[in-house]
């Protein structure tokens, strides 16, 4: 089944401490997303990469880092730095410039 | 930069019946695509529909339809023969072209309930 998926579903983090959140998709998707989601909110784009090797900043990057080692894979680290972590987290990829975004089933991090 | 809008933040309607849901946006760009998303509770996001701002014919896909006013920047969903399974957040997004990737703006979203 091709599908992107997230890793884990929930996450208990303590503060000062850094986690990373999975994101794989076997779409052959060029492009890939992470966003946030606070209660009763819409979605905040944190980190976009439209290619291997590269990635671009989003509206609300402070304290997050990405890497895009392989096509497939587009994890998220929420750094010790980022003030208020705890959300509901989504990656979505798309196939291009102009591709609908698609999107994985989400990670709740709860910051204890 | 734009800015998306849902007026509605809850609405409800019988089960088989129509419902619309409103969004208004605000972008100097002349190119651009409009998606509605559905947002059930297992929080996955669901891609319903998608418009592109240079075709005047509105998308339809089965029971989900939109009425495209590029003019008057509105972007409304219309759900026809309402079901049982249609209870979600509701949420409309924009996307413009950029070099650099394309990123997607959301509204805050509108709760909608089907009652039986």
């Known amino acids: 089944d091709g599908g992107i998926t997230q890793s884990p579903k929930y996450l208990f983090r303590k503060e000062g401490q850094n986690v990373t959140l999975s994101c794989e998709q076997n779409?052959?998707?060029?492009?890939m997303y992470w966003y946030r989601q606070d209660p009763g909110q819409g979605l905040r784009l944190i980190y976009y990469?439209?290619?291997?090797?590269?990635?671009q900043k989003g509206d609300i990057a402070e304290g997050y880092s990405v890497s895009r080692e392989k096509k497939e894979s587009f994890p998220l680290t929420v750094t010790s730095a980022q003030k208020n972590p705890t959300a509901f987290y989504l990656c979505a990829s798309s196939i291009g410039l102009a591709g609908s975004q698609y999107f994985g089933p989400g990670t709740r991090l709860t910051v204890l | 930069a734009q800015t998306v809008t849902q007026s509605q933040p809850e609405m409800s309607v019988q089960e088989a019946e129509t419902v619309t849901l409103s969004c208004t946006y605000d972008?100097?760009?002349?190119?651009?695509?409009l998606f509605w998303y559905k947002q059930p509770p297992s929080r996955q996001m669901i891609l319903v529909i998608r418009?592109?701002?240079?075709?005047?014919q509105n998308a339809t896909e089965n029971r989900f339809s939109v009425n495209f006013q590029k003019a008057a920047k509105s972007f409304s969903l219309k759900i026809s023969d309402s079901q049982l399974g249609d209870t979600a957040m509701y949420f409309c997004a924009f996307m413009k072209h950029e070099t650099s990737g394309s990123r997607l703006t959301f509204g805050e979203g509108t709760q909608l309930t089907v009652n039986p």
């Open positions: 779409l052959n998707h060029d492009a």
């Open positions: 990469s439209q290619i291997v090797n590269d990635f």
């Open positions: 418009q592109e701002a240079y075709k005047q």
């Open positions: 972008t100097s760009e002349s190119n651009y695509y």
